[in-house]
Structure formats: C-alpha cells, structure tokens
C-alpha cells in the first residue's frame, strides 16, 4: 500500500510513479511543491471576488452581507439568498429559500433520521429540503464551528490557509425558479482544454466532460453517472455561448497554471460561481480524463 502523504486524508493521497503524467498525480504534486499566493487567493470565496471583478468578464452575485465572527443581519435579508464560509463548502453552505414558490428542483422529503444525500442544506420555514429544523442559532452556531474547525484535508495548502476566514451571505441565482446547473472549465495556462457540466447536484447527479466544441467526451470509467447529460451542449448554449464560457474562463484563469473556473448560466447571463485548484481533493478521474488533463498541463507547461 502506498504511503498517504502529509495532510492527505484518502488513500488516494498518495504518489504513484507509475502515473506520473495524469492529471490527480499532477493535482497532488502541486499539494506537496505549489506555494504560489494565487492559489489561497483564488480559493477564498470572497478575497476572489476582487479578482474576477478586476477582469470585467463576467457579473458576480450580490454580497449582501461578510462577517469574520458569523454573525448575521438576519433582517436585512432577502427571501432567498446563500449563506456560506469563505473557506469551506458543503456542510457550511446554506440555501435559503423562503420565496412565494419553493425551488422547483429541490424534493423536499422528509427523512428526519437519515443520512443527508446532499452537503447542502435548502432551508424553506426553517426546515431543510429532508425536514431537520434549522432556526437561526442553529444555523449561526453551525457557521460559527465552522469557522474554528481546521481544513480537513491540509494536503490542499491554498485552501487549508485562507485567512482570515468568514461568512459572506450572496445572491441565490436562480433560471426559471430553478437552481442553475453547473458549468465548469478547466484551463491549462490560460488556455481552456475541455468544458465540465454537472446536473441534477441537488437530486440525482450527473457528470460529463466535453470538448471545446461541445461533444461529449467518452469516458469508460466515469465518476458519475452521464444520465442526465446531453450527448452534446450546442443545443443548450450554442456556439456562440461555448465560445463565451470559454473567452471568460481563460481571463479569468490567465495568472495561473491550472485552475477550474466554475460558473453559472441564469436568465441569459454567466456568473462566476468559484475557483477550484484542488478538483475533488484529487480523485482519480476517468482514465480519458487523467490522460487528456494530464497531456495538457504538461504539455503547455514546457
């Protein structure tokens, strides 16, 4: 069995030299050797908003409030917005939805004492989307843990040293009362290699990768399910919005190696949503896409 390294947590946290050149032993390998300042900043939830709004790419959602001790105005508020640490993701974010009409993709079923099927908590009249309550003290006592609790996994150095950290509380995006799915693009020193889009993150997830024209990507041994995805996306955004993910993607991501630039699409328009430097704590992807990722970062790192 391989050594797990320091601050790793999984079992695949660990070198195998065997698999040098794919894209999770390159993730870990910046773990271990990459301390450039970039990668704190870009992790940081609300320091990178400054970054993405000095590139005037793309819109950024409303900050309505940022507090370093997690207290919250709770009646200045807007019906529905989100709740989250700057350093965290997960079980610390929170959905409010408290809008005339739930979301129309999130079940609310009520399962007091079952395991939670997803980190996210949607709370509608102090309820989660499984029926747990979550007044505000709860909600603020959570945050406030939070904010005191060590990264869990310190392998990932720019997001395990974020300081100082925070509860910012934004804008809900929302397309047609729905949550927004997720499209993320991975770039290569500034330069996209292929688009990310995830469905279903609330409910029943699906997972595909594409290429910069929009086909799917055949992947024989995927993560996730590729259920719900199209066999292309051409017919969701068009070329002509390809092109755009792909054109705010690259500046947003120009000052470094390697990033994953997630965004949303909600009433005709993209939002940066995070960066993302550490893309599932290292997981082995699919051997198409260890191949193809690793390829490109070494390939436009020469």
């Not at 819109?59 to 940022?66: A, H, I, R």
């Not at 709740?83 to 009520?110: C, Q, T, V, Y």
Request: proline share 4%; hydrophobic share 35%; charged share 25%.
């Amino acid at each position: 069995m391989r050594q797990i390294l320091p601050g790793g947590t999984q079992p695949w946290h660990a070198f195998d030299e065997s698999k040098a050149g794919h894209y999770s032993q390159l993730l870990l390998k910046r773990c271990v050797e990459d301390r450039n300042p970039m990668l704190r900043l870009m992790e940081d939830k609300y320091r990178s908003r400054e970054l993405v709004k000095s590139k005037e790419v793309c819109n950024l959602t409303e900050l309505y409030q940022w507090s370093e001790d997690a207290s919250i105005d709770w009646n200045s508020l807007p019906d529905r917005c989100v709740i989250k640490a700057n350093h965290w993701s997960g079980d610390a974010l929170f959905i409010m939805d408290n809008g005339p009409e739930p979301l129309a993709n999130i079940p609310r079923k009520f399962r007091l004492f079952s395991r939670r099927e997803s980190g996210y908590r949607v709370i509608r009249n102090w309820r989660d989307q499984y029926g747990r309550l979550w007044p505000r003290w709860r909600i603020q006592r959570a945050l406030k843990k939070c904010l005191k609790k060590e990264y869990p996994t310190q392998l990932e150095w720019g997001a395990a040293n974020i300081h100082p950290r925070g509860v910012m509380v934004e804008e809900l995006l929302t397309d047609n009362n729905n949550l927004p799915n997720d499209w993320k693009v991975h770039v290569f020193n500034g330069k996209a290699g292929f688009i990310q889009y995830d469905t279903g993150r609330m409910t029943d997830h699906s997972q595909s990768i594409y290429t910069l024209e929009g086909q799917r990507i055949h992947q024989t041994n995927g993560l996730w399910s590729e259920k719900h995805t199209p066999d292309e996306i051409v017919s969701i955004l068009g070329q002509d919005g390809i092109r755009e993910l792909i054109d705010i993607a690259e500046r947003l991501a120009e000052d470094i190696d390697y990033t994953r630039v997630d965004l949303f699409h909600a009433d005709g328009k993209w939002f940066f949503g995070e960066f993302t430097n550490y893309h599932n704590s290292c997981h082995p992807q699919s051997l198409e896409w260890e191949e193809l990722a690793g390829s490109l970062w070494l390939n436009d790192s020469l």
